[in-house]
């Protein structure tokens, strides 16, 4: 197993770059965590294309050479202690056959963001740095809880996290130990096959996510069971299941945890016998708990769930 590169710990006065690697973000729904990283003793530095605006057939930040531009200009500034993702939506996947990390590797530095910035998780887990799945800059219609952002910063901070998570009735007890990958389903699923998927051979893999139609649940959950990801992990940790389904339809529409969601998971998976722990707090929901994609973990399941950052 190769060893993980885990970026320094920032200090006051350091800066952070907030870059759009994906969608469009309007100035005013990012201020709110501007103004928290400023109150915290950072300075953060938007990149040249952050505000930017490029219509495809979708509204991106910028075109790939654009948000490209800024994303290497981040990784390789030796100025800059931290990356702070605006938001996610659509579009990174454009970017990964253009990143360098050429001065990067000299000075490793924190990533932040989650939903489409899974795919830059991967890549650099690829790369052997650590990561984290967190609360992007943007904040979205549902708000975020404060905890979300304060677990960010002691991450920077290099402090210890751990979270415990309360029973759910479609858990597996167990316990397991081992290094910690995945994020928004859709994008592992999009990645699977790719020279820039995560390996999943003994690992805990997390997975989140927003929107899905029920059926297109289980595809994805079908192509990870044919791509054999199930019988390589060690344990399985299911996030927010938000939105899911037709909104007309599914009373649980709004939920952080949707209840017919996670039976499509829990039947999904019920061959396998690795620790599976529900309902813990990350992914686009209110109390969006970020957790360091590449970091060992440890997970036990029984009364309660607890995931230990080790």
């Known amino acids: 197993m190769k060893n993980i590169v885990f970026p320094k710990n920032l200090k006051k006065g350091d800066q952070i770059a907030i870059i759009s690697t994906a969608g469009f973000v309007e100035e005013t729904s990012l201020q709110s965590t501007i103004n928290l990283i400023k109150s915290k003793g950072y300075e953060p530095i938007l990149g040249k294309n952050t505000l930017g605006k490029f219509e495809n057939g979708y509204n991106y930040s910028g075109t790939e050479k ?8 981040a990784f390789n500034n030796p100025e800059i202690s931290a990356i702070w993702a605006s938001r996610g939506g659509y579009g990174c996947q454009h970017l990964l056959r253009h990143l360098k990390l050429s001065e990067f590797r000299e000075n490793p530095k924190w990533y932040i963001g989650y939903s489409d910035n899974t795919v830059i998780n991967s ?8 990561s984290i799945h967190g609360q992007t800059i943007k904040t979205a219609s549902f708000g975020v809880s404060e ?6 910063f002691k991450i920077l901070e290099g402090k210890k996290i751990q979270y415990s998570v309360e029973k759910h009735q479609l858990n597996k007890n ?7 990958i995945g994020g928004n389903l859709a994008l592992i699923y999009a990645l699977l096959g790719t020279p820039y998927s995560f390996d999943f051979k003994d690992k805990i893999l997390f ?6 139609n029920f059926y297109s649940l289980d595809r994805m959950l079908i192509s990870l069971d044919l791509a054999g990801v199930f019988r390589k992990i060690k344990g399985l940790i299911i996030g927010g299941m938000t939105n899911m389904g037709d909104a007309k339809e599914n009373k649980n529409y709004d939920e952080p945890f949707d209840e017919f969601a996670y039976e499509i998971i829990a039947q999904r998976i019920k061959k396998y016998n690795f620790p599976t722990l529900f309902g813990f707090p990350n992914g686009h929901i209110f109390d969006n708990r ?4 590449g970091a060992k973990v440890k997970i036990e399941v029984e009364e309660k769930g607890l995931v230990k950052i080790l």
């Open 174 to 180: 167990g316990k397991a130990e081992g290094e910690l």
């Open 147 to 152: 905890g979300s952002y304060e677990d960010i």
């Open 207 to 212: 997975i989140e996510d927003i929107g899905e």
């Open 290 to 293: 970020p957790l360091i994609i």
């Open 66 to 73: 654009e948000r490209i531009q800024d994303l290497n200009w």
């Open 123 to 130: 890549y650099l887990l690829k790369n052997n740095f650590a």
